[in-house]
């Protein structure tokens, strides 16, 4: 079952090459969408995929990379759209 979710992710979450770092996570995840930096602080994501590779995703990104300090996702689901090919940086 695919579905697609929308992310906010709370934390030092910028300068720290986290939107890198979920790129990466997303595309070896098999997901598609996009993360990008919003000016109050807090990174923004969309990602759709199976299931179970959402999750995985999520558990993973929650984690970070080294230098960041995620303190809290907030995530809704979506209607699943399949209008992405690939996963984005948005600028």
């Not at 997303?26 to 602080?41: P, Q, R, T």
């Amino acid at each position: 079952m695919k579905m697609r979710a929308h992310c906010f992710v709370y934390g030092k979450v910028q300068g720290v090459n986290f939107r890198f770092y979920t790129k990466r996570i997303a595309k070896e995840s098999n997901l598609d969408g996009w993360v990008k930096n919003l000016k109050d602080g807090r990174v923004e994501v969309v990602a759709e995929g199976e299931v179970t590779d959402i999750e995985k995703f999520l558990q993973v990104l929650n984690k970070g990379p080294i230098l960041s300090k995620v303190e809290k996702i907030v995530m809704e689901k979506e209607r699943y759209t399949g209008e992405f090919s690939g996963f984005e940086i948005v600028l």
